[in-house]
């Protein structure tokens, strides 16, 4: 059974610079012990989360709101494994499946048939999956035989066709999106919308973070409206978007 | 810390399909669209050993029949070498996008290098196979020891370049140390002159333990077996540099993240 626990999490996001990160800044540090410590390590540390504790449990459609910066996409990071928490404890069950940047982890020189596979086995399919679920995907994107030229030629919009096509394949139990919408042409955005349906249907917690008030709305049981790293208000969809859009209108 | 690089070893060795497409997939960028495609390899260290082989060949006064195969097996065995760990100082750097996407095993990385530079050695090989057959093989009883050679070779390039990423992904000044590093390695280690010819330094092959690393993949191709020494030397290298390098990865991995 899938949920996702968060218990304290709280997450620092060190900011090196370019002369932070150097060796010889590391060892000319060495030379001054008494002297105090510019900030912490001489490293910028931005507190992305800031003792988060909740549950998210089977069934749960959860709409990720907030300001920009407010931690949205750390948070998804941080439940997708990539980021793993500096306090705190993060426990979940079940096979995750980020999609944080539909755009990433393409080939530019590769064909599209053969980014298929690529993107696949990244996002942890098998390569008996990634032969199964060829087809179908080659279908969705609906580029027919551009699928067998290089990626470089494609346009942005069928990058994207391509990107979505690929990581919406694959089964997952937790699935974590952030701004995905907003693919492609008008005709592609409706295949995309029951796309995504059909797939909050199949796993069984979703987490996206998104903008739009009225998609979140439309597709989650709950909401969780983050501030400043933190948790402003967590609970049904519309108790939190409402009073969510209060304070942003006021 | 050590269970936890090697929970991730086991994983990334069984997502093999991933890191050798990866490893394909450079290659065949760098070769995109030319009519011989990775052959260039071979075209390129096939020049570079002729002219070399010239020219050393005479400074040193060598007989050309030897000392041929003797650097034809050097230089591309030494390619692998110092390729691996250069590119497993920018293994991590390079593969940011990808780390930053999905919370995948990260020794597929490092894997994916070792695949890559051996796919190289095999265009790099065809030389040494042509030179052997050319020139004659010197000793059929000391060839197949090149298997268990290259084994302790690329094992021992593995845990260098797990730690090479593994830093150079934290210090950024660290990949151009690495490669002036290298750089000097070549010249002081016998790639390009044999072991014996420097009598008054000798203390410089005695005590470089990539000597001794050469030595043990090189010396079964030109008919010299490698002597209990040498095995000593490089597989000590391996059986002390592996855990360092595991143990490292186990306790900064979760870190790598933040780092790229």
Redesign the interface.
């Known amino acids: 059974m899938a949920y996702i626990e968060l218990k304290n999490v709280t997450l620092d996001l060190p900011i090196y610079d370019v002369q932070g990160r150097s060796l010889k800044k590391q060892v000319l540090r060495m030379g001054r012990r008494n002297r105090i410590a510019e900030g912490n390590d001489g490293v910028i540390v931005v507190r992305a989360l800031d003792d988060l504790t909740f549950r998210f449990e089977r069934g749960d459609r959860v709409g990720l709101i907030g300001h920009n910066g407010a931690g949205k996409s750390t948070l998804l990071r941080a439940m997708a494994g990539i980021y793993p928490p500096t306090a705190g404890t993060l426990s979940r069950e079940g096979k995750v499946v980020p999609l944080l940047d539909i755009s990433h982890g393409m080939d530019e020189n590769s064909t599209g048939m053969q980014n298929i596979r690529l993107r696949g086995l990244l996002l942890g399919m098998t390569d008996a999956e990634v032969r199964e679920k060829q087809r179908e995907i080659a279908e969705f994107s609906e580029l027919g035989d551009y699928l067998d030229l290089p990626l470089r030629t494609y346009s942005s919009g069928m990058r994207v066709r391509l990107a979505f096509a690929v990581s919406t394949a694959v089964d997952a139990e937790i699935l974590l999106l952030d701004e995905v919408m907003g693919v492609g042409d008008a005709s592609f955005m409706h295949k995309a919308e029951a796309r995504l349906e059909q797939l909050h249907g199949r796993a069984e917690i979703v987490v996206l973070a998104m903008h739009s008030n009225k998609e979140i709305r439309k597709v989650c049981n709950k909401a969780l409206w983050m501030e400043r790293g933190r948790v402003r208000a967590f609970g049904d969809v519309e108790e939190v978007v409402s009073q969510y859009a209060a304070a942003v209108g006021g | 810390m050590l269970t936890l690089s090697l929970v991730d070893l086991k994983q990334s060795i069984a997502?093999w399909?991933?890191w050798t497409?990866?490893g394909w997939?450079e290659i065949?960028?760098r070769y995109?669209r030319s009519r011989v495609g990775p052959f260039w390899l071979t075209i390129s260290m096939g020049v570079m050993i002729t002219s070399l082989g010239v020219v050393y060949g005479t400074l040193f006064g060598q007989k050309m029949t030897d000392y041929l195969p003797f650097l034809a097996s050097s230089i591309v065995l030494w390619t692998l070498f110092s390729q691996m760990i250069l590119e497993g100082s920018t293994a991590y750097i390079n593969s940011a996008?990808?780390?930053?996407?999905?919370?995948?095993p990260k020794l597929i990385f490092i894997l994916q290098v070792v695949w890559r530079n051996l796919i190289v050695l095999a265009h790099n090989f065809v030389i040494v196979i042509g030179l052997l057959i050319v020139f004659g093989v010197k000793s059929w009883e000391s060839l197949p020891m090149f298997i268990p050679g290259l084994l302790v070779y690329v094992l021992n390039a593995m845990w260098i370049a797990m730690l090479a990423g593994l830093l150079s992904a934290?210090?950024?000044?660290?990949p151009q140390?690495i490669a002036a590093l290298i750089q000097i390695a070549f010249y002081v280690t016998p790639i390009i002159f044999r072991p014996e010819a420097l009598n008054r330094f000798s203390f410089i092959v005695e005590w470089n333990p990539l000597a001794y690393l050469i030595d043990v993949v090189r010396g079964p191709l030109i008919g010299q077996m490698p002597s209990a020494l040498t095995w000593e030397v490089t597989v000590g290298m391996a059986v002390i540099g592996w855990p360092i390098a595991l143990l490292m990865t186990g306790r900064y991995l979760?870190r790598l993240?933040?780092?790229i």
Not at chain 2, 97 to 103: E, G, L, M, S
Not at chain 2, 170 to 174: G, P, Q, S
């Open positions: 997502s399909r991933l497409l990866l997939l065949r960028q995109a996008p990808y780390i930053r996407q999905v919370p995948s934290r210090f950024r000044d660290l140390i979760k993240p933040y780092w």
